[in-house]
């Protein structure tokens, strides 16, 4: 039992040390994913334009938009990520020990850390899913913030942007299934990206001769090194999945903003940002340029295989890994503190029992 708390509680101390370091490039990785073709529109292509605009137009808060769920949820499923994963760690001991050595240490085979890792993917799903919907959703809302508009129709924006605001109205139209929006790609997402997120950090720990619970000196680079690397290769493993998540999550009939709360700008909008309007047959959502990706009048996804055709056919390929270089620039750093700060916890608290 002590194990399991230890887990949990080292998860969630790390979890939220990753959200902080990779929230910026986390925003920006969600917004050029919700992006259609983006020749049918002004474009940034370099991420620091991008991270820099968005400082300019929405202030320095932007770069941290949506990051009350993570926070609340995300490091959350940090922790059950690895109480899950090393639960499923002892009971595979258990059913097949490893083999003993009277020289080295006993080590699980690496199937063991990939199918434990897989199991962990799986029961991480009750709360990833709403977690990401509404962080992804936030994220995307805030993007339409037109800095040529009123200040009262920026404020009425950036309050409809605040994750608890987006859960909110979430619930209050489609209920609580309707947090689960894009659950099924999810699911397919995390469970074999766990899988390879904690077989490549136990692959190379092993393969640099860490021994555990060493923290200190030359292993304080190797782990971090190991933890980099292997949110890297989670992350290029299911980047595709991302994208698809993300559309589902993010389609304009399923974002709403109360028409009452956003003043109309007489100024014309710019390229580079959404257009404010209301209508009778639209009552209650934001119109959304192309550089957001979907359209109004275009017809919502059916699930995750029409939306794959459907981005497929109107993006081709380069859609699947449209804002890569931001996610996987992002993995490293965080996945490397995250893993890092665990061990570290977990170090601490053992000394303790």
Same mark, same amino acid.
């Given at each position: 039992?002590?194990?399991?708390?230890?887990?949990?509680?080292? +998860?969630?101390?790390?979890?939220?040390?990753?959200?902080?370091? +990779?929230?910026?490039?986390?925003?920006?990785?969600?917004?050029?994913?919700?992006?259609?073709?983006?020749?049918?529109?002004?474009?940034?292509?370099?991420?620091?334009?991008?991270?820099?605009?968005?400082?300019?137009?929405?202030?320095?808060?932007?770069?941290?938009?949506?990051?009350?769920?993570?926070?609340?949820?995300?490091?959350?499923?940090?922790?059950?990520?690895?109480?899950?994963?090393?639960?499923?760690?002892?009971?595979?001991?258990?059913?097949?020990?490893?083999?003993?050595?009277?020289?080295?240490?006993?080590?699980?085979?690496?199937?063991?850390?990939?199918?434990?890792?897989?199991?962990?993917?799986?029961?991480?799903?009750?709360?990833?899913?709403?977690?990401?919907?509404?962080?992804?959703?936030?994220?995307?809302?805030?993007?339409?913030?037109?800095?040529?508009?009123?200040?009262?129709?920026?404020?009425?924006?950036?309050?409809?942007?605040?994750?608890?605001?987006?859960?909110?109205? *979430?619930?209050?139209?489609?209920?609580?299934?309707?947090?689960?929006?894009?659950?099924?790609?999810?699911?397919?997402?995390?469970?074999?990206?766990?899988?390879?997120?904690?077989?490549?950090?136990?692959?190379?720990?092993?393969?640099?001769?860490?021994?555990?619970?060493?923290?200190?000196?030359?292993?304080?680079?190797?782990?971090?090194?190991?933890?980099?690397?292997?949110?890297?290769?989670?992350?290029?493993?299911?980047?595709?999945?991302?994208?698809?998540?993300?559309?589902?999550?993010?389609?304009?009939?399923?974002?709403?903003?109360?028409?009452?709360?956003?003043?109309?700008?007489?100024?014309?909008?710019?390229?580079?940002?959404?257009?404010?309007?209301?209508?009778?047959?639209?009552?209650?959502?934001?119109?959304?340029?192309?550089?957001?990706?979907?359209?109004?009048?275009?017809?919502?996804?059916? +699930?995750?295989?029409?939306?794959?055709?459907?981005?497929?056919?109107?993006?081709?390929? +380069?859609?699947?890994?449209?804002?890569?270089?931001?996610?996987?620039?992002?993995?490293?750093?965080?996945?490397? *503190?995250?893993?890092?700060?665990?061990?570290? *916890?977990?170090?601490?608290?053992?000394?303790?029992?």
């Amino acid at each position: 039992m002590a194990s399991s708390v230890n887990d949990f509680i080292a +998860g969630y101390i790390s979890g939220v040390a990753g959200l902080i370091i +990779g929230s910026p490039l986390d925003v920006l990785k969600v917004r050029l994913q919700a992006q259609g073709d983006a020749s049918s529109s002004k474009h940034i292509p370099a991420s620091k334009s991008n991270l820099t605009a968005m400082i300019q137009n929405e202030g320095f808060r932007s770069l941290f938009k949506g990051i009350t769920s993570p926070i609340v949820g995300l490091a959350g499923l940090n922790s059950i990520l690895f109480a899950s994963y090393s639960a499923s760690m002892r009971f595979l001991e258990t059913v097949s020990p490893p083999s003993t050595s009277l020289y080295a240490e006993q080590l699980q085979p690496l199937s063991h850390v990939f199918a434990a890792g897989f199991v962990a993917g799986v029961a991480c799903f009750l709360v990833s899913t709403p977690t990401e919907l509404v962080k992804c959703r936030a994220q995307v809302i805030a993007a339409r913030l037109d800095p040529n508009s009123s200040a009262a129709a920026q404020r009425a924006i950036l309050s409809e942007s605040g994750s608890w605001q987006v859960a909110k109205d *979430v619930v209050r139209r489609f209920g609580f299934k309707g947090l689960y929006q894009g659950g099924l790609v999810t699911i397919l997402r995390d469970a074999p990206g766990y899988g390879v997120y904690f077989l490549g950090y136990e692959g190379l720990k092993r393969f640099l001769d860490v021994p555990s619970g060493e923290t200190g000196g030359i292993n304080t680079w190797k782990l971090l090194f190991a933890g980099g690397m292997a949110g890297t290769l989670s992350w290029a493993s299911i980047y595709p999945l991302d994208v698809i998540k993300t559309r589902l999550q993010t389609q304009p009939h399923l974002i709403t903003t109360d028409p009452r709360t956003l003043p109309i700008t007489s100024r014309a909008p710019t390229a580079a940002t959404g257009l404010l309007s209301k209508s009778h047959a639209d009552r209650g959502l934001v119109h959304q340029t192309t550089r957001q990706g979907h359209s109004l009048s275009s017809t919502p996804y059916k +699930g995750m295989i029409d939306c794959a055709i459907r981005s497929y056919r109107t993006e081709g390929m +380069g859609v699947f890994v449209r804002g890569a270089t931001p996610a996987l620039l992002r993995a490293f750093p965080v996945n490397a *503190v995250t893993f890092f700060v665990y061990e570290l *916890v977990m170090a601490e608290l053992q000394k303790l029992d």
